[in-house]
Structures are given as structure tokens and as C-alpha cells.
């Protein structure tokens, strides 16, 4: 479904060329405003015994004249149990009539009521039994499930039913996961009318009192928002596609538009566009998949286009909502979400069919280009700092937030975008695109399933990028410093900042640089995988400007580029260990060394006041590892970075405790002892030593293993249920035995 802002886009109902060409101005900005009226419901209540059928035909035969919501008629549903039935359900909307209900033939008692109808069956039906239900009924239907009017010389009324409003017009079961197998239907309007709907017109039937009744038939598996009906003074243009797949077959495109004097003629150019998309999107996603039947466009001002299958219902015929609809034929129809969360599968690749017909037909799209598609979309998404493509589970029968044309649309295509740059390889992700339509086609999928046909074709893992891109909330914004490194290099650190840093703190991935210089340009490529990342690359020259995304690859935003002279040097991996005699060991890695003079090593008893102790000069391969005498005492130990242009930086400040020159040794307290012994343990290195306590008469009375470190050492000993009298523990690990005798009171 595609959202038009109605006061603007009403120029296409001029006539002649100028009318047309001012719609296609505002053909994208249009995208990014509400539909006509829906209702935002908070709850939606469906009763779980919908859960035990599967429906497989469908048969609509409905009396509907233009300019009317008054509906009446039957509506027949074939259903197949999947667990033990008692009774049939059905949705359908309180403000409707139903006249009677009948199971196989047989007329039942029902209640109609909390927008369900109840069908007691009177038996149990068994699994694998098939159900007839057909429920005659009249009424209004509500506006935004039925829309009619009068403009331009049509009179319509027309059906939307996407997400939740099929039930507003006939019996249904609106869960995504059930298809319905087959669909018929059938229209009895006013002679002079014509009536579009899903599938083939496989009659039109002369009836009573000047009246006509067209049979649509179609036998495609077909969700319960896609049923569609559209009745109005239309005027009739047929073109045809011939996708190489069906070669020499064609594909008839029925056109149903306003009669108005002129009119056909103004938008011929653009219905003339759709059988060549047509055949694009055959080569690109997999042939059109309701080949057999037909495609087509019925006129109507339901605030946008609808993507009804086989027939979308159209406002206007702008080239970029053609190309959005026909779209859905594949992104939503062949192959539907399984639930709203992830409409991004309908909405996001619907919106990325209408760049890749910019994309891969220009000649049909002079009035914007890809780079402008792109950044409009980029930016639109960056007009609020959060949001996930992923609609959350407490907003799943919220359609503003279903529908959000930042969200489920233009960040939705903006992300596919990013998907197929990170893939590096048109033939993978082409490939990902057609094995998703294949192997999801007449049923529904998930994000989940995307992602893993994805993973398999490309052999990428995913997982960042549907946690960053898709679950995940806002965008990065990039700060890169860059310096000069020696004569013929420059070092990038890249700093990424996000707009929703609670929920996504970082975008990782493939990211594209242009690196400007006086006499020309350098394209580069980096993997970002943690922030404030360096990156190198030859540069004999200075310089002038970084471009990030120059391509719009992927979304985001740029702030300081900045030049921060001489690249600094750069230490990792510093530590520091006491050792034996009386020495400690300090240690580091370091990079970037071009502007160093010398390291110095410096100590400080109380954190503040540092002296020198040790001065190392730069020898190559970065690896530092040097002994600083130290005697008993806790130190704090820092590295000193002399630059040759003066400057001087500091590493973290290093902690080491140093016992020089003391033996093994145990003190315990409290001595007499009542409950446990604190014993305080000096130990000259790391290893597991054994504690154990003898009686008087030298019988072992307990034993323990305890990890020991070098220094220090608080230990608990148990003693809580000995005997009172003298006790001796014996601490022993190698060649290491320290005795000490206690007193139990």
C-alpha cells in the first residue's frame, strides 16, 4: 500500500501534460503523508477457535452501485478443520446485517455480536472435515474499509481492506498465516458500469432490472486483505507484457480510470510504463507470478494505491506509485508477511521496486535519479532520532505505526539498500531476492526466513545487520579525523555517534570514503566493526576532504572531518607483574610510531609525584617487555610517550604490589579462636596450596585447597566445630611448609 498526500497529488486529475509532470514532482514527497481516514485501533480482540480451520475458497456475490457503501449479498467460505470443531467463527462487524447463516447446506442458529459471528455446529466435527458456510447479510459498510465518491466524472465505491478492515465487509478469518486457496467474485451493479476485481473476468452476466453481474475468477492463494472489488463509470485501456519467461505468451494489463474527456489520453504514458516494469521485475525478483491471470489498475480515491491482487486500486497513475504497487504483486502478495511486525517485507521492498525501476529504467524516470530517491528517503528517515523498522508488539494494530512512511517504507527501502551493498555482489543478492520468492510463493514468511535465505545465498552472517538496521533504532553520525603518516600515507580514526544510543550504540559493516585531493579522487572501503577505528591508506598527496557514503549506500549522517596533524602513537596490551628479586615486569604494544623520540617508564608511591626510573628508545616491531627494580611497597607505574614535535601523551596508570625479598608466612587471628580463623597468607607466586589442622596427637581434623596469588592473601578457615584445645595448621605447597598452632576456646 502506498500513501499519497491527496491536496498535492490531486494535479493528476488535470488534463494534458503539465498536470502529469507536476504529479510526478511531487510523486516521492507525497509518499510521506497519511491515507485518507483509517482507524488506529489500540486493541483487536479475535476469538481463538479461529485457530482450528483452514480457509480454501472463498465466493463474494455482492450487489455494490457507485457512490454507495450499501453492500448485500452472500459471502461463501469453504474451511477445512485442523482441530475438533464444535462451532464455526467468523469476523465480521457489528454494524453489519446478517439475514442467516448456513453450514453445508443447512440453515443454522448464529449470534452476531463483539464484531464475531458464533455458529454452533451442533456435532463435533472431526479434523479433515470440510465446512460450507455461506452468510447472506446487507448493510453500510464504514468508511475507510469502503470508500466512494465523485470526481473528475467517476463515481466509484471501492474496497481497501489492509490491515484489519476486510471483516467491515465480509465474513472473514483475518489472520495473515491463512490463506485463502481460491476466490471468486462476483458484482451485480448498474448497466454502464464496470466492476475490476482479483484474478480473471471469466463473465459478464446480463440481470433483472438493467443490472449486470461480472464473475471474477481467480485460483492463486490469496490473504484475507487482498479480496477486492471496485465499481464505477470506468473507461477501459488494455496493454500487454511479454516477460522472456513466457515468451511469445503476454500478460494483459486491464485499466479501469475516470471517464473524463482527455483524461486517458494525459496518463497513457505512464499505464504504457507498466508492462515494461513489468518484465523488469520478472528478470529481477522471479517471473510475475500471476502470469496466468492478469495485472491491472482500478481507479478510486482511496487516498493512495492499494497493491490488491492481480488489480491495485489507484488514486492517480503516477509513475513512481506504479511502480510501487506492481511491486507488491511479489513483495506482499505472492509472498505476505506473516504478521505486521514485520510489514517490512510487504512496504520496504514495495518501496526499493520503485529505485530499482529508477534504477534499471531511467528512460522512464528523467524527473529524478537514484541519488535523489536515495537521499530523500535518508533523509526523511533522519528527520526523528529513534524508530525500528521492526514494528514492536504493542503497536502491532496501531496502522499509523504499521504504515509509518519513515519507518515501514523509506527506512525500510533504505536498509535493503544497505543489505545489498554489504553483499558486494548484484548476483547474490538478485539471487537471495528471487530464492526468498520462490521458495515462500503462495504462503507467508518472516524476517527471520529473509535473513536465512539471505545467509545462505550471500554466506555473510546477518546478524548485525538485522540487529543494527532492522530491530535495532535511529543512525550513526561519523567524525573522522584523519593525519598525515609519513611521506606517503594518512591514518583515518573513524567515530561513529548514533541518534538512539540506549537502544542501537553502534553500526558496524561496510562503509565507502572518498578521500578528495588537489589533482582528483580516491574511492576506499572500510569495515567498521568498533568505534574510533584506524584506517591507512597511501596518499602522497594532502588531503583536501573526506566524503562518507558518497554513493548513499547507507544512512547517516556526518559531522566533523577534521585534520589532526601527525598520526599519535598508539599503545595497547600494557601491563605490568611483580616479579622475583626485587623486579617488575612492564610490557606494551605499540603503533604508529613515526613521531616517537622515547618511551619513559615513571613510578609513584602516592599517585601524584611520578619519577623516572627507565627510558626505552623505538626499535621496530612495536613489542616492549623491560624489568624496573622496585622494592616491598604498592606503586603506581605510567609510560611516558615523548613525540619529536614536543608533544607528550601519557598510558593508563599501572598498580603493582611488590613484597622484594619476603618468605612464605601465615598470621591468624583471633588466637584463642571461638567460630573461624581470618588467616592473612604471604605467598611468593600464583599455585594451589593445601591447608590442613592437626589435633594434640597428631590426627588431621580438616583439609582444604585453596588458589593462592603472589603477595597477599586472605584466607577463612573453618574452625567452628572443633573441640576446644590446641591445634596446629600446616600450610604446604612444593617444597613450602609453614606451621602455626592456634587455640580453640
Known amino acids: 500500500m502506498k500513501k499519497l498526500y491527496i491536496l498535492s497529488c490531486f494535479l493528476v486529475f488535470g488534463i494534458g501534460g503539465k498536470a502529469q509532470m507536476e504529479h510526478e514532482t511531487c510523486a516521492k514527497s507525497c509518499n510521506h503523508e497519511n491515507m485518507l481516514s483509517r482507524p488506529s485501533q489500540a ?16 465466493w463474494l456475490h455482492l450487489a455494490v452501485e457507485p457512490g454507495s457503501n450499501v453492500i448485500s449479498g452472500s459471502s461463501q467460505l469453504n474451511v477445512l478443520a485442523v482441530s475438533p470443531m464444535d462451532s464455526l467463527i467468523l469476523e465480521f462487524k457489528d454494524n453489519m446485517v446478517v439475514d442467516s447463516v448456513w453450514i453445508n447446506g443447512e440453515p443454522k442458529f448464529f449470534t452476531h455480536e463483539n464484531d464475531h459471528i458464533l455458529i454452533p455446529l451442533g456435532n463435533i466435527f472431526p479434523i479433515g472435515a470440510h465446512l460450507q458456510s455461506t452468510v447472506y447479510y446487507h448493510g453500510t459498510a464504514n468508511t475507510g474499509a469502503v470508500y466512494n465518491g465523485t470526481y473528475n466524472g467517476l463515481t466509484y465505491t471501492a474496497s481497501l481492506s489492509e490491515s484489519y478492515q476486510a471483516r467491515e465487509w465480509f465474513p472473514v478469518k483475518q489472520i495473515l498465516s491463512d490463506k485463502i486457496d481460491s476466490l471468486d467474485v462476483w458484482i451485480k451493479t448498474s448497466d454502464g458500469n464496470k466492476v475490476g476485481s482479483n484474478g480473471l473476468l471469466v463473465a459478464v452476466v446480463d440481470s433483472p432490472n438493467n443490472k449486470k453481474e461480472f464473475h471474477w475468477h481467480s485460483r492463486h492463494p490469496i490473504d484475507y486483505y487482498l479480496p477486492s472489488f471496485s465499481v464505477g463509470n470506468y473507461q477501459e485501456y488494455i496493454n500487454y507484457a511479454k516477460p522472456a519467461a513466457i515468451a511469445p505468451d503476454s500478460i494483459p494489463i486491464i485499466h479501469y480510470v475516470s471517464p473524463a ?57 503516477g509513475s513512481t506509485l506504479i511502480a510501487h ?22 512496504e520496504g521492498f514495495a518501496e526499493y521496486s520503485v529505485y530499482l525501476a529508477i534504477e534499471k529504467l531511467p528512460s522512464l524516470y528523467s524527473f529524478t535519479s537514484t541519488t535523489e530517491y536515495m537521499q530523500d528517503a535518508h533523509d526523511y528517515v533522519m528527520s526523528q532520532p529513534g524508530g525500528s523498522v521492526y514494528v514492536p508488539n504493542d503497536l502491532i494494530f496501531n496502522e499509523n505505526r504499521i504504515f509509518s512512511s519513515r519507518l515501514s517504507y523509506d527506512k525500510g527501502m533504505a536498509i535493503i539498500h544497505t543489505l545489498r551493498w554489504e553483499m558486494q555482489d548484484d548476483t547474490l543478492f538478485f539471487n537471495t531476492l528471487k530464492t526468498y520468492q520462490n521458495t515462500y510463493k503462495n504462503t507467508v514468511a518472516s524476517a527471520t526466513d529473509f535473513k536465512e535465505v539471505a545467509e545462505t545465498i550471500s554466506g555473510k552472517n546477518l546478524t548485525d545487520y538485522f540487529n543494527e538496521w532492522y530491530y535495532g533504532e535511529g543512525y550513526p ?40 585531493f588537489p589533482t582528483g579522487d580516491t574511492t576506499v572501503k572500510i569495515q567498521l566493526s568498533q568505534n574510533n577505528q584506524l584506517f591507512r591508506f597511501h596518499a602522497s598527496q594532502e588531503v583536501t576532504n573526506i566524503l562518507v557514503d558518497p554513493n548513499n549506500w547507507v544512512i547517516n549522517a556526518v559531522g566533523a572531518i577534521q585534520y589532526g596533524g601527525i598520526i599519535p602513537v598508539t599503545l595497547s596490551e600494557v601491563n605490568i607483574l611483580a616479579g622475583a628479586d626485587c623486579q617488575a615486569l612492564v610490557s606494551w604494544k605499540a603503533s604508529n610510531e613515526s613521531n616517537l623520540s622515547a618511551y619513559i617508564i615513571e613510578i609513584s608511591k602516592d599517585g601524584n609525584s611520578y619519577h623516572q626510573v627507565k627510558t626505552l628508545y623505538p626499535h621496530g616491531d612495536g613489542y616492549y617487555s623491560t624489568e624496573i627494580p622496585l622494592a616491598t611497597g604498592h606503586y603506581f607505574v605510567r609510560i611516558k610517550i615523548n613525540n619529536r614535535d614536543g608533544s607528550i601523551k601519557y598510558s593508563d596508570i599501572l598498580k603493582v604490589n611488590m613484597q622484594c625479598g619476603k618468605a612464605e608466612s601465615i598470621v591468624i587471628s583471633p588466637n584463642p579462636v571461638h567460630k573461624n580463623l581470618a588467616a592473612q597468607l604471604w605467598w611468593n607466586k600464583d599455585e594451589i596450596i593445601s591447608i590442613r589442622v592437626y589435633n594434640v596427637i597428631g590426627q588431621m581434623v580438616a583439609t582444604q585447597k585453596q588458589q593462592v596469588f603472589s603477595g597477599s592473601n586472605s584466607i577463612s578457615i573453618p574452625t567452628h566445630f572443633l573441640s576446644n584445645g590446641i591445634y596446629e595448621i600446616r600450610v604446604h605447597a612444593g617444597q613450602n611448609n609453614i606451621v602455626q598452632r592456634f587455640l580453640k576456646e
Do not use: R
Open 43 to 58: 486493541t483487536y480482540y479475535q476469538y481463538p477457535s479461529l485457530s482450528k480451520y483452514d480457509m480454501k475458497y472463498l
Open 261 to 317: 474527456p482527455g483524461y486517458l489520453d494525459a496518463i497513457k504514458p505512464n499505464l504504457d510504463k507498466t508492462p515494461v516494469l513489468i518484465e523488469k521485475y520478472s528478470a529481477l525478483f522471479g517471473l510475475y507470478p500471476f502470469h496466468d491471470e492478469k495485472y491491472g489498475h482500478c481507479q478510486a480515491n482511496i487516498g493512495g494505491g492499494m497493491e490488491h491482487q492481480t488489480m491495485s486500486t489507484m488514486v492517480s497513475f
Open 325 to 346: 504497487e506492481l511491486g507488491h504483486q511479489w513483495w506482499g502478495d505472492n509472498v505476505t508477511c506473516a504478521t505486521w511486525n514485520d510489514i517490512w517485507l510487504n
Open 477 to 516: 553520525t561519523f567524525n573522522i579525523t584523519y593525519f598525515k603518516l609519513g611521506s606517503d600515507s594518512i591514518v583515518l580514526l573513524v567515530n561513529q555517534t548514533t541518534s538512539a544510543p540506549d537502544v542501537t550504540p553502534f553500526f558496524k559493516g561496510l562503509y565507502e570514503l572518498t578521500l578528495q
